[in-house]
Structure formats: structure tokens, C-alpha cells
């Protein structure tokens, strides 16, 4: 069983900057992958980054390119997604996504290589 906790949501204002966490617990994370997804009301949840456990590799939204980053603390269970230049069409609630244990898996945009889900945090940008 895998547990995802997410935390550092907030209300910012637009051209603030947040970081994002996501600690894992319950599971070794050889061979597969952590990131990120977002839901914004009335839309549907989109993909924004990954990052592949043992080697690094990243994978971002292209719209997202450039103001988020995906970084991983291995030591620490732990994927961060530090956000720039927050603009207000990137409020939404983001959730920490895992694939499933001891498995690698394509990383795509789809929802389709996800296990496990955190229980989300807010991200709220004012302009």
C-alpha cells in the first residue's frame, strides 16, 4: 500500500513562486516514477510533470515548460514541483501521482501509468 501526502499549497499572487511536496511511504521506488497532475474546477485533470525514480529523467506538459520544475529527494521519498511565474489559469488542485510498486512504466500524459494518487493540495493564484 502506497501513501502520498502532498503539502505546499496556498494563495499566491500572479508572478509568485510555490513549491510543491509529495512524501511517499510504504513502498520502494526502484524502476518507476512520481509527478504531478492537476484538476481545475469544471476542467478535467491534466498532467504537468514527472520524474523517473532511478535515473532522473523528466517529462513535462509542454505548456509547462520552463516555470515548473520536477525534482525528487530519494533519501527523503520525496518529489517536489517548484512553480514560477505563477499565472491565475494555474489555480487548481494538484495531485502527487505514483506508479505502481516495483513497476517501470511509460510515463505519459494520460492518467494510464498512475497507482496511487495524494489527496491533493490547492493552489490558488490571485491577479
Known amino acids: 500500500q502506497v501513501q502520498l501526502v502532498e503539502s505546499g499549497g496556498g494563495l499566491v499572487q500572479a508572478g509568485d513562486s510555490l513549491r510543491l511536496s509529495c512524501t511517499a511511504s510504504g513502498r520502494t521506488f526502484s524502476g518507476d516514477a512520481m509527478g504531478w497532475f492537476r484538476q481545475a474546477p469544471g476542467k478535467e485533470r491534466e498532467f504537468v510533470a514527472a520524474i523517473r525514480w532511478d535515473d532522473g ?3 513535462y506538459a509542454d505548456s509547462l ?4 520544475t520536477v525534482s525528487k529527494d530519494n533519501a527523503k521519498n520525496t518529489v517536489y514541483l517548484q512553480m514560477n511565474s505563477l499565472k491565475p489559469e494555474d489555480t487548481a488542485a494538484y495531485y502527487c501521482a505514483a506508479g505502481p510498486p516495483d513497476t517501470v512504466v511509460t510515463v505519459t500524459t494520460s492518467q494510464r501509468w498512475v ?5 491533493g493540495t490547492q493552489v490558488t ?3
Open 57 to 59: 529523467s523528466t517529462y
Open 65 to 68: 515548460k520552463g516555470r515548473f
Open 115 to 119: 497507482g496511487s494518487w495524494g489527496q
Open 125 to 127: 493564484v490571485s491577479s
